[in-house]
């Protein structure tokens, strides 16, 4: 008796097994998950741009925090033209510190880096080379910046960035759109 009950449980736990194999294996959950990645390693990185510039302010409200009025912003985006703060560059100067360049240059490239390879990773245009980038912008961080951080953050990044340069955008990328517009040219024999 309790053979054929544990047969009929084993067995209902092999098909929903199966069932979420299958559910997994679908096309659409792969390009889900993509986009999901794409979407995830941008916001990271646009953040942590948001930081450096001035930004415009949209969509308002007003909160009450521990009794004090507090306005609070659905959407921050970069004032163009873009404008590197003061205490970015001062950022760079004094805690990262990085050797070789200097910390003007370096708060510019990284905060170009943070606008424009978000923008691709949404779009899905020039994946696979934007994750590496970002990839190499992390390990830059991880090795030079902040080494204690590979668990909590660091690895996480690397491991989103790299299944998209693996495994590409999936279907919903502009990546997609143009190389049917543009096919890859046949190889030379």
């Known amino acids: 008796m309790i053979s054929d009950t544990a047969n009929k449980l084993a067995g209902t736990m092999r ?10 294996g679908h096309p659409i959950a792969a390009d889900g998950l993509a986009l999901l990645g794409r979407l995830t390693l ?4 646009w953040r942590s ?3 450096k510039v001035e930004t415009v302010r949209l969509w308002s409200y007003q909160d009450v925090i521990n009794g004090h009025d507090v306005t609070r912003y659905h959407w921050r985006l970069p004032a163009l033209p873009l404008e590197l703060k003061d205490s970015a ?3 760079f100067r004094d805690e ?3 050797p070789v360049v200097p910390p003007e240059l370096a708060a510019w490239m990284a905060m170009l880096a943070e606008f424009a390879l978000p923008i691709a990773l949404i779009l899905g245009l020039f994946t696979r080379l934007s994750a590496l980038a970002l990839i190499g ?3 830059v961080i991880q090795l030079l910046v902040y080494p204690e951080a590979w668990w909590s953050t660091h690895a996480l990044w ?3 960035a790299m299944a998209l340069v693996l495994y590409g955008p999936g279907r919903f990328a502009l990546d997609n759109v143009l190389g049917k517009m543009f096919p ?3 190889a030379a024999p």
Do not use: E, K, N, W
């Not at 098909?15 to 997994?24: E, F, N, T």
């Not at 941008?42 to 990185?45: E, N, S």
């Open 158 to 160: 690397v491991s989103i």
């Open 49 to 51: 741009m948001l930081t």
């Open 137 to 139: 912008m992390t390990m």
């Open 42 to 45: 941008a916001g990271v990185f």
């Open 15 to 24: 098909q929903a097994h199966q069932r979420l194999v299958d559910l997994a």
């Open 89 to 91: 560059v001062g950022l």
């Open 96 to 98: 990262y510190a990085l």
């Open 184 to 186: 890859a040219a046949p």
